[in-house]
């Protein structure tokens, strides 16, 4: 079975940094784009990052551009989501996906793109 375990929240400073890890297995990773979004309280699940099978393309929400990198190490089933600058508003649950289709990315999108989530990590951001 799928299996997606996120990891490395916590809680960090504004202006801090934090390193998430996306843990996968049960399917073939290096064929499937990733993508990270966030439930933050009283908001709608939020597309964050998505980044190719290869690591060859990646997208991020116009709220993160500049400040989170996505990357991915097929060789250890894990992407990473760097966090830096961080700010209040980044508060929230993260949680990594699985694209349902092999070798396909698309920007922005959640829904019926991404077939399986992990259970997420909790990021709070607080003085």
């Known amino acids: 079975q799928v299996h997606l375990v996120e990891s490395g929240g916590g809680l960090v400073q504004p202006g801090g940094s934090l390193r998430l890890s996306c843990a996968a297995s049960?399917?073939?990773?290096?064929?499937?784009?990733i993508a990270w979004a966030r439930q933050a309280p009283g908001k709608r699940l939020e597309w964050v990052s998505g980044?190719?099978?290869?690591?060859?393309?990646?997208y991020y929400a116009n709220s993160v551009k500049g400040r989170f990198t996505v990357s991915r190490d097929n060789a250890k089933n894990t992407v990473y989501l760097q966090m830096n600058s961080l700010k209040p508003e980044d508060t929230a649950v993260y949680y990594c996906g699985k694209n349902s289709r092999e070798g396909y990315l698309a920007e922005g999108t959640l829904g019926d793109n991404y077939d399986a989530w992990g259970q997420g990590t909790q990021v709070t951001v607080s003085s």
């Open positions: 980044i190719y099978s290869d690591g060859s393309v990646a």
């Open positions: 049960g399917f073939t990773f290096s064929n499937y784009a």
